[in-house]
């Protein structure tokens, strides 16, 4: 492992640092992953390490001071894997877990502070999102939704078009990647199967409402970003949550 580390140190110091300057790297956020021989699917590792969060924050109470050697060791990974949706939406998961273990009175009044401030800052939020790359890609997806599904015929707005073809129905132009959770299902299972799967996600956020917090919306906020609909991941995981949360249901 050793030797592995200091192997990649270099071949990122050689690769980005020494050809490029750090500050430039920053500036250009994917050459810190995507130009390296050994780039990974940074967004499925940072979809996986959300899980153990999940994982970890629902079992909290059966958990003694090492649930802050999980965290932190989740958090290192998690920012390695350089995935800011997976990254930001772990954050999220933490914050909603602080809050959701306060008392009443507290945990609404700091709710409503934290959805107040973030709403306050919507404009600053979109433009951010709009001068990034990746960000820009997302917006023009969501803004073409509507015309593009009017586009199709009944049977394909209702059932899609299966879970290959699908995944290009709903794009920011034709023939590309849909890389986000909502247009993905529209387009795989049209908008009976999102109907269908957002009713069961809300069924059991209804039954489980911690697993609802800290599980159902931060996946769903990671969806605007990428999220494969059918990873059986956050499925299994959401699963064992639930058993944890209501083991005597079960």
């Known amino acids: ?30 050459l810190l992953k995507v130009s390296s021989p050994f780039f990974f699917d940074s967004n499925g590792t940072g979809i996986y390490i959300l899980c153990l969060f999940c994982y970890v924050l629902c079992v909290f109470p059966k958990l003694g001071k090492e649930k802050y050697i999980y965290v932190t ?99 920011y132009y034709d023939g590309s990647y849909a890389h986000a959770l909502i247009p993905m299902l529209l387009g795989e299972l049209g908008l009976v199967g999102l109907l269908s799967y957002l009713i069961f996600w809300l069924f059991w956020g209804v039954k489980s409402p911690k697993v609802f917090f800290t599980v159902f919306i931060p996946f769903f906020i990671l969806g605007l970003s990428y999220l494969p609909p059918l990873n059986e991941t956050y499925f299994l995981v959401a699963g064992i949550s639930m058993a944890l949360t209501r083991k005597d249901d079960f």
Do not use: W
Request: proline residues 2%; aromatic residues 18%.
């Open 73 to 171: 060791i989740l958090s290192v990974f998690q920012t390695l894997t350089f995935s800011r949706a997976a990254i930001l939406c772990s954050l999220i998961v933490l914050v909603i877990s602080y809050v959701y273990h306060l008392r009443p009175s507290l945990k609404f009044l700091l709710s409503a502070l934290i959805v107040t401030m973030l709403s306050l800052q919507v404009p600053k939020y979109i433009d951010l999102i709009s001068a990034d790359g990746s960000g820009s890609t997302k917006l023009a997806i969501f803004s073409r939704l509507s015309d593009l599904f009017f586009n199709y015929d009944l049977l394909e707005q209702l059932f899609g078009f299966g879970v290959e073809k699908g995944n290009f129905a709903y794009s």
């Open 1 to 30: 492992m050793v030797v592995a580390s200091v192997f990649l140190f270099l071949e990122f110091y050689i690769r980005v640092v020494y050809n490029y300057g750090l500050s430039f790297s920053i500036s250009n956020f994917y």
